[in-house]
């Protein structure tokens, strides 16, 4: 699942961003069911640990872009919404992401 980040389309990357790639490893996780129990929880978490490993889960300014509220509500909506639905959701991630910026 992780591999499926660095896809490349015609030699292009897929999820050109850091934004796009933790965007996109929250859904797959959340959606996709990898685990028998716990996808919420592990695509919480492994959000959270790409978002540190990349160096964009704190803002200028030292807070978390996201706090464990938010985080459960995020990992709730994407687990609750319809299929057709995602690539709203991947844009709101992306732009909630993109506000540190």
Do not use: C, W
Request: no cysteine.
């Amino acid at each position: 699942m992780l591999g499926n980040l660095e896809q490349t389309v015609f030699g292009e990357p897929a999820y050109p961003s850091i934004e796009s790639k933790a965007a996109h490893l929250l859904y797959f996780v959340i959606k996709n069911h990898p685990f028998f129990d716990g996808n919420k929880r592990s695509g919480a978490f492994l959000f959270v640990d790409f978002l540190h490993k990349n160096g964009k889960l704190l803002k200028l300014d030292g807070q978390p872009l996201i706090n464990d509220t938010g985080l459960a509500a995020l990992a709730l909506l994407v687990a609750e919404s319809a299929p057709q639905q995602k690539e709203t959701l991947i844009r709101l991630i992306m732009h909630m992401l993109q506000q540190n910026d």
